[in-house]
């Protein structure tokens, strides 16, 4: 299951990694993911640990360097958390399981001139995974790589909708960010 997961997310990286630059060479106005920028947002997780089907997380980004050597995008590093609780009903007995995943990323942000609401980019990064179990046993916890794609539409200046995909600790990840600060 894990291995069918990752390699979805590599195709899905690998993807937006081949048109993104391709995007990226159209001329146009000036991207709202800017040096300064900031955000914060719920996120809905799916395709998580174990029978766990939707998490729910957050994510906070700030835009920390532009990259004018690296075709003037935009270097991000954004935080998450996810969690998840799931039951494996077993005959006569039922646990109980809590996962909570924190992460750190860097991401590269794209620049698309030709719609500045559009901000594709790439993420890479580590997380732990943190469990919660009544059952017996011993379980997997610890640090784990973070590889994603994804991209914000910008419905006004600071209100953007979200998604990522990848490996972490969701395969997919939809939300909505609220830009902050400045």
Not at 50 to 76: C, T
Not at 110 to 134: A, C, E, I, R, W
Not at 165 to 180: C, D, E, K, Q, Y
Request: proline share 4%; aromatic share 12%.
């Amino acid at each position: 299951m894990h291995r069918t997961a990752l390699r979805r997310a590599l195709a899905v990286f690998a993807s937006l990694a081949i048109a993104s630059p391709v995007l990226a060479q159209a001329s146009g106005g000036e991207s709202l993911f800017k040096l300064g920028y900031m955000d914060i947002g719920p996120t809905v997780g799916f395709g998580g640990i174990g029978s766990a089907g939707i998490a729910f997380g957050g994510r906070f980004e700030r835009a920390i360097k532009q990259l004018p050597d690296l075709g003037n995008g935009v270097l991000g590093i954004e935080a998450s958390i996810d969690v998840w609780n799931y039951n494996d009903n077993i005959v006569n007995s039922a646990y109980d399981y809590r996962w909570i995943s924190l992460g750190v990323t860097a991401n590269y942000h794209f620049q698309v001139k030709s719609n500045p609401k559009v901000d594709p980019f790439l993420g890479l990064g580590l997380g732990n995974s943190m469990l919660s179990t009544d059952a017996p046993g011993d379980y997997s916890t610890g640090i784990y790589f973070i590889g994603r794609a994804g991209i914000r539409y910008f419905y006004k200046p600071r209100l953007a909708l979200y998604a990522d995909a990848g490996a972490g600790a969701s395969t997919l990840n939809v939300g909505v960010t609220f830009g902050i600060g400045k």
